[in-house]
């Protein structure tokens, strides 16, 4: 069983900035691919970023995001970041922490967290 906690939600203004962090327990962290997800009220839950555990290093993301967006991680801390700038009002939504162990490719998350929420303001 892996557990992930998401901290960092909040408001901020539009052009703003926030940091997500997702701390797991449960396994070795290292192995873990590492993926965000976010849901706006309504819609579908869909992909932002992820970040690979084991096996060549890959970062990947959504369209919407690249290049104001950034994933990382710190396998000391059990932790992976989500660093956002440049947000924009249709950022907001609910940013979910997920892990597996799995193919990084296919993106079946085993595990997810409770979500944090992040609200973009005009």
């Known amino acids: 069983q892996v557990q992930l906690v998401e901290s960092g939600g909040g408001l901020v203004t539009a052009g703003g900035s926030l940091r997500l962090a997702c701390t797991a327990s449960g396994r070795t962290f290292s192995i873990l691919h590492m993926g965000w997800y976010r849901q706006a009220p309504g819609e579908e839950r869909e992909f932002v970023a992820a970040?690979?555990?084991?096996?060549?290093?890959?970062?990947t993301y959504e369209d919407s995001v690249k290049g104001r967006f950034t994933i990382s991680r710190d396998n000391a801390k059990n932790t992976v970041y989500l660093q956002m700038n440049s947000l924009k009002l249709e950022d907001t939504a609910v940013y979910f922490c997920?892990?597996?162990?799995?193919?990084?490719?296919?993106?079946?998350?085993?595990?997810w967290g409770q979500g944090t929420q992040v609200t973009v303001s005009s």
């Open positions: 970040i690979s555990g084991w096996g060549p290093a890959r970062q």
């Open positions: 997920a892990a597996t162990s799995g193919d990084y490719h296919k993106r079946t998350y085993d595990y």
